[in-house]
């Protein structure tokens, strides 16, 4: 059976078991701050699993894309150098909120592997947790499986989403690639050969761990199931590397007729081959190459595939150019990859011009001092200037010097990095303002959405960073009030300006901005005597604040346009509201052209002009 078939074999027999077929999710999480990337089928459901969001039904299928670049889950470095390493791949799933359990959760499974795809029972080895007498029974007394080809395992088969909350035991499916693969059965010391190859793990979230380590029993026990694609298509196609698979072998034939490399098994065209996926799905999904967060994980996945295909020789863009193929492979089952085909090779076309300058001057200067090592250990201050200087990234030098036999300090990279960031604090100590060096605890009753003026009495007050009991005319300071109408500098919206006005005092307001969830009044006192315990009228200069509140109105209307004209891949990556302007940022792979201009502009300005009514809700 080919990949594609699988994927649906596989959906298809859910579905007849009364699960709805649910669309992959994004690769970039929803609401969920603790992941970078999708990374598991389970991931769009964690809140139905947690009780916080209600579905229309109570068992779900899913063939979901995921990557596996950054953070916790990182393969990168290991993608074309072993068999079944990914940046990207599929997870099959099937799910029970609530509804079946253990019985019908291996049933299934067995059913699926034995029966639709035809798998041997005596090619299977099943493990459960040691302390899932259950799970145990149901395989061995209900299905029938050999005791030959069971184990009872511990940490390994048991799963949890986080130090508290759901989790439990789980049972894992492997596959027997035969005697004349070395490697032992499933928890034997060279278990983690190649011979036994996971392809399912089945996890029975049937507790609650409480703080104290306590498990508690789940009132609605569910199940969360997945298996890899790519390795099922293996163990279906009688290969034993991923990369042997169909779905591959397409990819790697077109990365070898764009690299001029007829060897198929070449470690650069599997990185290739497993990059124009992972680098293909996370643009279609909006994510752009940048030098931060997900984006830059973007742009380490590309350079390592431009890197790599300069290994071969290929100095010319190519890896643009494999999009079509993966469109051809996958397009059916993911058509927003079809959709977004041409903005993909754009973005990718753009990053290929951008880095084949840095990479041609950086590989020069690595190849020099790799030259004059003395040992087999790159220093970390050489890895630091070829990034620094260079824009060369450290885990291509680490690639670079891993194919040479030598090692890296990285280390004596972070070193350097450290160091920098403290030179770079050093020489923007200047610009920063005493209210950053306050520890302020207090917390400011903020009434600036009801009220354009209040009173309130005055909390503290400070001068070159000191606290003080009082401020006299012409002195300079800060003020800290219990309530205040003051709009405290934040989400790029410029602090609020105006005046506070008590007795014989006036003290102008010319900033307002945050230290912890105080707000702090920056200005200087013009008349009288300020002091601490004063009761004072606030008043916020209203033409201004109104000013910014346009303006403010405004990025929201330019955002809608940019994503109407651009594509729902523009993102907001920061801004700046001001009352006579404002600056949106965001991430696109190219300029504006002028009709795109006229366009966003014609679109923001008819909205304007409609003059809709703004209700505000709290």
């Not at 649906?8 to 859910?14: E, G, H, S, V, W």
């Not at 099959?92 to 291996?106: P, Q, T, V």
């Not at 909390?459 to 009991?469: F, K, M, S, T």
């Amino acid at each position: 059976m080919k990949s594609a078939e699988i994927r649906q074999a596989f959906l298809d027999y859910f579905a007849r078991q009364g699960h709805a077929v649910v669309a992959s999710s994004s690769l970039v999480p929803e609401n969920d701050p603790t992941l970078l990337f999708t990374n598991a089928g389970m991931n769009q459901f964690k809140d139905v699993f947690l009780g916080r969001d209600k579905r229309d039904y109570s068992r779900a299928t899913s063939s979901q894309r995921c990557v596996r670049a950054g953070g916790k889950h990182n393969d990168l470095e290991n993608v074309g150098y072993t068999a079944r390493h990914h940046t990207f791949f599929e997870m099959l799933g099937n799910f029970s909120f609530g509804d079946y359990f253990k019985r019908d959760a291996i049933r299934f499974a067995w059913e699926f592997l034995t029966g639709e795809l035809g798998l041997p029972p005596e090619k299977l080895w099943v493990t459960v947790h040691v302390s899932d007498d259950e799970a145990a029974d149901i395989w061995l007394k209900e299905m029938g499986v050999s005791a030959e080809r069971f184990s009872r395992l511990d940490e390994d088969n048991f799963w949890q989403m986080g130090d508290t909350g759901p989790c439990g035991p789980s049972s894992e499916i492997f596959y027997d690639h035969g005697a004349d693969v070395p490697g032992g059965p499933p928890g034997s010391e060279d278990g983690d050969l190649d011979r036994y190859i996971e392809i399912w793990n089945l996890v029975f979230m049937q507790y609650d761990r409480q703080d104290d380590g306590e498990l508690k029993p789940l009132p609605k026990p569910s199940v969360d199931t997945g298996m890899g694609l790519e390795r099922i298509a293996a163990v279906q196609q009688g290969v034993h590397s991923n990369y042997e698979i169909d779905l591959f072998q397409a990819l790697l034939k077109a990365a070898a007729q764009a690299t001029g490399c007829d060897d198929l098994e070449n470690k650069s065209l599997r990185v290739i081959a497993d990059h124009i996926r992972s680098a293909s799905f996370l643009i279609t999904d909006g994510v752009v190459p940048s030098n931060e967060g997900r984006g830059y994980v973007l742009r380490r996945i590309i350079r390592r595939a431009l890197r790599h295909g300069h290994q071969l020789g290929q100095e010319k863009p190519f890896f643009h150019t494999l999009v079509a193929a993966l469109v051809e492979q996958m397009g059916d089952a993911y058509p927003e990859l079809r959709r977004e085909q041409a903005r993909v090779e754009k973005a990718l076309l753009a990053e290929e011009e951008q880095f084949g300058r840095t990479l041609a001057a950086g590989m020069k200067v690595l190849e020099g001092a790799m030259a004059e090592l003395q040992g087999d250990e790159l220093p970390g201050r050489v890895v630091f200037s070829l990034y620094d200087t260079h824009g060369f990234p450290p885990d291509l030098t680490a690639d670079v010097a891993r194919e040479r036999g030598l090692s890296v300090d990285m280390d004596g990279f972070d070193q350097e990095m450290q160091a920098q960031r403290e030179r770079a604090r050093g020489a923007g100590a200047f610009a920063n303002d005493y209210s950053d060096r306050l520890n302020i605890e207090a917390v400011t009753d903020f009434s600036g959405y009801e009220k354009h003026q209040d009173q309130a009495e005055v909390e503290g007050l400070y001068r070159d960073g000191a606290a003080v009991d009082s401020l006299e005319a012409g002195e300079t300071g800060m003020v800290l009030l219990k309530r205040t109408p003051f709009y405290a500098e934040s989400g790029g919206q410029v602090g609020d300006r105006g005046v506070l006005a008590g007795g014989d005092a006036r003290f102008n307001v010319e900033d307002t901005r945050k230290r912890g969830q105080a707000h702090i009044h920056v200005g200087t006192v013009s008349t009288g005597t300020l002091k601490v315990g004063d009761k004072v009228d606030a008043y916020v200069d209203v033409e201004r604040r109104r000013a910014i509140m346009r303006h403010h109105s405004a990025t929201h209307l330019l955002h809608a346009a940019l994503r109407r004209v651009l594509g729902d891949h523009v993102q907001q990556k920061g801004s700046l509201v001001a009352p006579d302007y404002l600056r949106f940022d965001f991430a696109h792979g190219e300029a504006l052209s002028a009709e795109q201009r006229e366009e966003i502009e014609t679109l923001v300005n008819r909205q304007i002009l409609e003059n809709a009514a703004v209700t505000t809700e709290l």
